[in-house]
Nanobody, 127 residues
Framework: QVQLVESGGGLVQTGDSLRLSCAQS????????VGWFRQGPGKEREFVSA???????????HYADAVKGRFTISKDDDKNTVYLQMNSLKPEDTAVYYC?????????????????WGQGTQVTVSS
């Protein structure tokens, strides 16, 4: 069983930045993907960003159109942590943000392809 712990959420103003972290209890190398999803009040959980990698292969990053150019996903293999740098935040970014871990694959935006989920961290952007 792999545990994921998100952190870094908070209350900010429009235009501010936040960096979310997703720490994984997983150890060792392998072929994986980590996705960030968010769920706003009264909304479905939606894809935000994903990073996927295979041993000895290129690492790929992906973004939803709503966050492209403002959010950046990255990973630190030594710390088993994936980050989501969020800049130029808008009120519509307000949501609970979840990270999830799954096996490497191209269906990175499909939440049903992820095996493990964190508990979520709240991001609130005031106008």
């Amino acid at each position: 069983q792999v545990q994921l712990v998100e952190s870094g959420g908070g209350l900010v103003q429009t235009g501010d930045s936040l960096r979310l972290s997703c720490a994984q209890s997983r150890r060792g190398s392998g072929n994986f993907k980590v996705g960030w999803f968010r769920q706003g009040p009264g909304k479905e959980r939606e894809f935000v960003s994903a990073i996927r990698w295979r041993i000895f292969d290129v690492t790929y990053t992906h973004y939803a159109d709503a966050v492209k150019g403002r959010f950046t996903i990255s990973k630190d293999d030594d710390k088993n942590t994936v980050y989501l740098q969020m800049n130029s935040l808008k009120p519509e970014d307000t949501a609970v943000y979840y990270c999830a871990l799954g096996d490497y694959g191209v269906n990175y935006a499909d939440r049903t392809t992820y095996k493990y989920w964190g508990q979520g961290t709240q991001v609130t952007v005031s106008s």
